[in-house]
């Protein structure tokens, strides 16, 4: 069985960094720093497995990214992740309106992001 891809999106590198350091002994990760590189890059094969993405970027925001993904067939069935500093209620709710199947709040608990990707990637979602 090949080695699973996630990728994750976020405009600040060293949170990139972080959830590479957590995830990569077990899944491929690829990275992208801005909504519009994203977009490229999830709809290039190989798609990635799951998407874990920020919502707090500058040009297009991760409900606009999320949206956009749902939008393409290469990309529409691939869960995604949010992974953002928004800890309403509210805001966590407009994530999964857009499509999401899970939301994580920064900082990230190494042990949640780990559980939850596991999770999503084994089919038990």
Do not use: H, W
């Not at 798609?47 to 920020?54: A, E, G, K, R, S």
Request: hydrophobic share 40%; with cysteine.
């Amino acid at each position: 069985m090949s080695q699973k891809t996630i990728l994750v999106i976020d405009d600040e590198p060293s949170n990139i960094d972080v959830i590479k350091n957590v995830l990569s002994d077990k899944y491929k990760i690829k990275a992208a720093t801005s909504g519009e590189k994203a977009l490229m890059v999830a709809a290039k094969a190989p798609v990635p497995d799951l998407i874990m993405l920020d919502i707090m970027m500058p040009g297009m925001n991760g409900y606009e990214v999320c949206k956009a993904l749902k939008r393409q067939s290469e990309t529409r069935t691939i869960p995604v992740v949010f992974l953002s500093a928004k800890v309403t209620a509210d805001e966590q709710r407009q994530g999964m309106e857009t499509g999401a199947v899970a939301y994580l709040t920064k900082p990230i608990d190494p042990q949640s992001v780990t559980d939850t990707v596991d999770m999503l990637l084994s089919g038990y979602l």
